[in-house]
């Protein structure tokens, strides 16, 4: 299956951002040539790995993994823009790291560095295992977008040390990654070689993951105290106990959806209903109790982590760009296990707000932190707000978020639909040409949509030849009414597990035409999520919306939404010179406009001025002057 | 004058509760007999210092602070229940501690033990000045108390080595404590001894604070690193710049409100005004945009600090009991100043609120922080929580709140009253008996008053012969209509700084009788304060009240007031037999009913049953089964 996204469209646009803008520059980041940011030492490091520097390896202790999400984004570009010149770089760059590999496999610079006597004893805060499973996926999308192994084999071979250095025998390590990832990623390995260690080796990962005695306590050759002792213990890293025995989504958010992944590939190959039970008793415990409206997850700068059920406050909140990121990985992989509309919905959700929020427009800064209420002064001047910025900022120390945001947009395209023996099922929609075949008939599907912005989809289907075949198209949970044509007449589609399924013979230019309307609509949180208690935030279609300082001035806390039904009383306007091109809703509020000199004072009645306000989508604010900017609104 | 409060009334109760049950508590504790509390090492310290023990320096830094305190509020205790038996253990200890003073005065354990050579090396981080200055409260108070000069004398001795060792002189030390407190100790001493160089002392530390070169950035002998650099800077120590050019309440809150009283003290008695305009400029920022409702102090755990004007959080709060203690001492001494009601209603409000909060009723458990709104499921899972604890405490390891409670509640009846020349100043209203002279006549006055139950007061004055004086009775700045009584008859007062002023020829037996009006008032904060926009706090009089769950139920934060005048909606119950005998508030509440599974829906009209919810006193929160609590209830 090829899908080509229109360059013009929305995720087209990203996609060139991405690939013009971020990995260019994350290029030259890499390799430490960017005047006024922090240095990378990536590249550095490598280098002197390889011999061919001398010098001191630099930089966080997962460094090496920045290249490889560069590696793994720039492989995806590729597949929708060919570059000789960026293929030749990496090229290079892969020879670099060839050369860099010591001769049993071993592949991290921080310890090929600092001393390979110390490899694999720190497994609860050092990241090699991390770093392995990066390298590996950068080492797969290389695969599948040019052909070529060199990355391959050279990942195949370390894969073979470490599968070799852990294990239940005794003379092997029964340990596991303090950071998961090195177990999805050798499921994509798996995908390509059938090979039976590599999906036994992911399942050790998952299977002795909190087992007892839990490896990181008894791990010896630690350089600083467990931070976590007396919190989160080892439910920070998701390993107090056995996955197959947890029921909530704990402790760090990246690690939690990057072993979430990993063990929904391992259940969906295995058939493991054990796994598979954890899984689903997980994945509702995060998307029903512990998820933003906008995809976010994990509550709280403590460990980056989730806190407790429906517990989402929106001025503190962490909401990594990573996990929301990660949601989407994991999301996806729900949907390979089963076709439900609830998982691409949570990957709607994060894609379109939680996600594209960590980057501005032109791809130039970033947020670690995407918060749904933001008082600049409370980010300067009150230290619970510290890890709160309310501009985003360029390449950061720690740099894991815009080459997470690379990746996973340069992938986009394969999120957008899949296929079954008997059908095409559309997960997203992206104006796109996919060419792809229905049991050997090869077949181009033409998908015409302005999504987000507009609920109309229009796949035209052309068949070499006529092909019994089913369209099912995903119908987003926020959708309460929408219309199918077929060949410009009304029809009928029986709906399972939320999508649309139009089965028909299908006949060259045959269009399909799915019109999804698209209301504004005010939502309300659940009501034991205290924060939102009294407040609704306005969406339109996937799009959470807010407001901003620059439309609106400060404040904000005034601003009371108006009454009456929301479709009726906001009006919808397309503002194609504004933030890139969005719709922009509107609406007379009131604000609460009392000002006076007390600090406490008996109530009055409060007096209220009515003022036409602009809500922007969620994921473009923070791209004009810096100011407040709030989601849920007092009703 | 002396002052004796009926030990019945309500701060009489509470005098009580500390002379027998907290006192005796922090004795056996301060001598490590507590079983199932941290050791205190008090006692031992000295014992140690003094040569007749082997050992270890044992607790913080400041450990000799913790006996100051007890010391000084038992030598209260003795004013207003002489008891020889304690008498004769203040006279041991006294001993004690005049045993480890060094031959050159100085007296500090923790340097005693350790080493003297490092003596006021790190005035930054060491607290010797603190300590000394607790100990000369401890001392000014015992000769007060019993006449006793032996640890004013052992004082006074130590207070010369340090006036010897701070000055502007080359050979001397150009510093001033990390912790301010000797400053205003230092004037307690001067109001006995009028020795100019006690004065002086003050005066350098506080002029000296905060000049260029700083001198913590300056000091050498630090042995960790300045915490909050990148933050607060030295204004956590509020000597970041000369007090003179401070404009507003910054930093660790007890370290201010201590150095704001040591700045009244000063300009008080030597008239300095580009002093009293600092401290007036620093009193409005604080009590007009920093202040919570209930008097508490410190919106920050970061620090124990205050952040910014009108941010003031209600979960997340600090609000030291210490620091509405030390407010408390402020408040007096800007009364001392000028006699303006402003000050006395701030005393009133941590008096009543922030300050009793600090303990439970029966003495035995305490607060380090007094939030206004809790959830304990935030305290134990959140780590944005953990500094706020949903029940009290026993005995800290960190000790200074029970013993800064004790201190201020047996030294109460000097805050109750003070005179002029021409008139006697009512600033709190307790039931009580004073005996005073009005120019050289001796008078009893009877004050009798159930407040804060009740809004009615009445004074019998009976001076041995006639006299013309000036009763000067502070209006609450809650009040909003009142009545006064002189024999009987109607009498109109002028008012003047907040202060009616029944000035007359007064004969023995004359009665003086003023009813406050004591509705039930609902009080909104200022709408800048963003956390409590859309609530409302409910109050009578003095006091602040708050729904707890032990009488309401949990998730208080569906509540929502009840519409109409609180006046007329509330009802206002005797409880004698509740939490020690308080005036319930009852009113039919309106709570947000709705209960739905998903976590975010299309808003509907919410759903509100009518419950009648009983509100109590926040002073009397968590002294029942552990749950959650609110002060701003939803309008």
Same mark, same amino acid.
């Given at each position: 299956?090829?899908?080509?996204?229109?360059?013009?469209?929305?995720?087209? *646009?990203?996609?060139?951002?991405?690939?013009?803008?971020?990995?260019?520059?994350?290029?030259?980041?890499?390799?430490?040539?960017?005047?006024?940011?922090?240095?990378? /030492?990536?590249?550095?490091?490598?280098?002197?790995?390889?011999?061919?520097?001398?010098?001191?390896?630099?930089?966080?202790?997962?460094?090496?993994?920045?290249?490889?999400?560069?590696?793994?984004?720039?492989?995806?570009?590729?597949?929708?823009?060919?570059?000789?010149?960026?293929?030749?770089?990496?090229?290079?760059?892969?020879?670099? &790291?060839?050369?860099?590999?010591?001769?049993?496999?071993?592949?991290?610079?921080?310890?090929?560095?600092?001393?390979?006597?110390?490899?694999?004893?720190?497994?609860?805060?050092?990241?090699?295992?991390?770093?392995?499973?990066?390298?590996?996926?950068?080492?797969?999308?290389?695969?599948?977008?040019?052909?070529?192994?060199?990355?391959?084999?050279?990942?195949?071979?370390?894969?073979?040390?470490?599968?070799?250095?852990?294990?239940?025998?005794?003379?092997?390590?029964? /340990?596991?990654?303090?950071?998961?990832?090195?177990?999805?990623?050798?499921?994509?390995?798996?995908?390509?070689?059938?090979?039976? *260690?590599?999906?036994?080796?992911?399942?050790?990962?998952?299977?002795?993951? /909190?087992?007892?005695?839990?490896?990181?306590?008894?791990?010896?050759?630690?350089?600083?105290?467990?931070?976590?002792?007396?919190?989160?213990?080892?439910?920070?890293?998701?390993?107090?106990?056995?996955?197959?025995?947890?029921?909530?989504?704990?402790?760090?958010?990246?690690?939690?959806?990057?072993?979430?992944?990993?063990?929904?590939?391992?259940?969906?190959?295995?058939?493991?209903?054990?796994?598979?039970?954890?899984?689903?008793? &997980?994945?509702?415990?995060?998307?029903?109790?512990?998820?933003?409206?906008? /995809?976010?997850?994990?509550?709280?700068?403590?460990?980056?982590?989730?806190?407790?059920?429906?517990?989402?406050?929106?001025?503190?909140?962490?909401?990594?760009?990573?996990?929301?990121?990660?949601?989407?990985?994991?999301?996806?992989?729900?949907?390979?296990?089963?076709?439900?509309?609830?998982?691409?919905?949570?990957?709607?959700?994060?894609?379109?707000?939680?996600?594209?929020?960590?980057?501005?427009?032109?791809?130039?800064?970033?947020?670690?932190?995407?918060?749904?209420?933001?008082?600049?002064?409370?980010?300067?001047?009150? $230290?619970?707000?510290?890890?709160?910025?309310?501009? *985003?900022?360029?390449?950061?120390?720690?740099?894991?978020?815009?080459?997470?945001?690379?990746?996973?947009?340069?992938?986009?395209?394969? $999120?957008?639909?899949?296929?079954?023996?008997?059908?095409?099922?559309?997960?997203?929609?992206?104006?796109?040409?996919? *060419?792809?075949?229905?049991?050997?008939?090869?077949?181009?599907?033409?998908?015409?949509?302005?999504?987000?912005?507009?609920?109309?989809?229009?796949?035209?289907?052309?068949?070499?030849?006529?092909?019994?075949?089913?369209?099912?198209?995903?119908?987003?949970?926020?959708?309460?009414?929408?219309?199918?044509?077929?060949?410009?007449?009304?029809?009928?589609?029986?709906?399972?597990?939320?999508?649309?399924?139009?089965?028909?013979?299908?006949?060259?230019?045959?269009?399909?035409?799915?019109?999804?309307?698209?209301?504004?609509?005010?939502?309300?949180?659940?009501?034991?999520?205290?924060?939102?208690?009294?407040?609704?935030?306005?969406?339109?279609?996937?799009?959470?919306?807010?407001? @901003?300082?620059?439309?609106?001035?400060?404040?904000?806390?005034?601003?009371?939404?108006?009454?009456?039904?929301?479709?009726?009383?906001?009006?919808?306007?397309?503002?194609? @010179?504004?933030?890139?091109? &969005?719709?922009?809703?509107?609406?007379?509020?009131? &604000?609460?406009?009392?000002?006076?000199?007390?600090? $406490?004072?008996?109530?009055?009645?409060?007096?209220?001025?009515?003022?036409?306000?602009?809500?922007?989508?969620?994921?473009?604010?923070?791209?004009?002057?810096?100011?407040?900017?709030?989601?849920?609104?007092?009703?």
């Amino acid at each position: 299956m090829k899908v080509q996204v229109n360059q013009e469209s929305f995720w087209g *646009r990203y996609m060139e951002v991405v690939r013009t803008s971020m990995l260019p520059y994350q290029w030259e980041a890499l390799n430490d040539r960017i005047a006024d940011a922090e240095p990378s /030492g990536c590249i550095h490091n490598f280098r002197v790995a390889a011999g061919l520097e001398q010098g001191e390896f630099y930089g966080k202790v997962f460094q090496d993994s920045d290249l490889a999400k560069w590696l793994e984004a720039a492989s995806y570009s590729l597949m929708y823009h060919p570059d000789p010149k960026l293929e030749a770089q990496l090229d290079e760059v892969i020879g670099l &790291i060839e050369a860099a590999q010591q001769p049993d496999g071993y592949l991290d610079t921080y310890y090929i560095i600092n001393g390979l006597d110390k490899r694999f004893t720190n497994l609860r805060d050092n990241h090699e295992l991390y770093c392995a499973g990066h390298m590996l996926e950068a080492a797969v999308a290389h695969y599948h977008a040019t052909g070529k192994r060199k990355l391959l084999d050279v990942m195949i071979r370390y894969v073979d040390l470490i599968y070799e250095t852990f294990g239940p025998e005794e003379n092997q390590l029964h /340990g596991y990654p303090g950071h998961e990832e090195i177990e999805l990623a050798l499921m994509k390995l798996y995908d390509i070689t059938q090979d039976p *260690r590599h999906l036994a080796l992911a399942k050790y990962f998952i299977d002795q993951r /909190g087992q007892q005695p839990l490896y990181f306590a008894e791990e010896k050759n630690h350089d600083r105290p467990f931070r976590w002792e007396g919190s989160y213990g080892y439910q920070y890293h998701q390993a107090g106990l056995p996955v197959r025995e947890q029921t909530e989504a704990e402790g760090h958010a990246v690690r939690a959806v990057y072993l979430y992944s990993g063990m929904a590939d391992v259940a969906r190959v295995t058939g493991d209903d054990s796994l598979l039970q954890a899984l689903d008793t &997980i994945w509702k415990n995060m998307t029903r109790r512990r998820m933003y409206i906008t /995809g976010a997850i994990g509550s709280s700068h403590w460990g980056e982590a989730f806190t407790y059920d429906y517990h989402l406050p929106n001025d503190t909140v962490y909401g990594e760009t990573c996990a929301a990121v990660g949601l989407v990985f994991l999301a996806r992989r729900m949907l390979m296990i089963r076709k439900r509309s609830e998982y691409a919905d949570v990957m709607e959700r994060a894609l379109y707000n939680g996600v594209i929020s960590g980057m501005t427009l032109d791809g130039k800064r970033f947020f670690y932190v995407n918060p749904l209420e933001v008082e600049p002064e409370a980010c300067a001047k009150d $230290y619970e707000h510290f890890h709160v910025k309310p501009v *985003r900022q360029k390449w950061f120390g720690c740099a894991c978020c815009p080459p997470n945001l690379a990746r996973l947009i340069c992938s986009l395209p394969e $999120y957008m639909l899949s296929e079954d023996e008997d059908g095409t099922y559309l997960h997203l929609y992206m104006d796109s040409e996919v *060419r792809t075949e229905w049991q050997g008939t090869p077949v181009s599907l033409r998908v015409e949509t302005d999504y987000p912005w507009d609920g109309a989809v229009k796949i035209t289907a052309s068949p070499e030849e006529q092909k019994e075949w089913t369209l099912a198209l995903r119908v987003p949970g926020w959708c309460r009414r929408y219309t199918i044509r077929v060949n410009g007449e009304d029809f009928r589609a029986p709906v399972e597990c939320g999508y649309a399924r139009i089965t028909r013979t299908f006949s060259k230019g045959d269009t399909v035409e799915i019109v999804f309307d698209m209301p504004v609509t005010e939502v309300a949180a659940n009501p034991l999520v205290r924060e939102d208690a009294g407040k609704l935030a306005v969406t339109r279609g996937p799009l959470v919306y807010c407001l @901003e300082e620059a439309d609106n001035g400060a404040e904000l806390h005034r601003v009371r939404l108006p009454e009456g039904k929301a479709a009726d009383v906001f009006t919808v306007t397309r503002r194609p @010179e504004m933030l890139g091109g &969005i719709v922009a809703l509107e609406a007379p509020a009131r &604000i609460m406009c009392d000002r006076w000199e007390e600090l $406490y004072r008996p109530a009055e009645e409060e007096s209220f001025a009515s003022r036409q306000l602009t809500w922007i989508p969620y994921y473009a604010w923070a791209n004009r002057e810096k100011g407040e900017m709030m989601v849920w609104i007092r009703r």
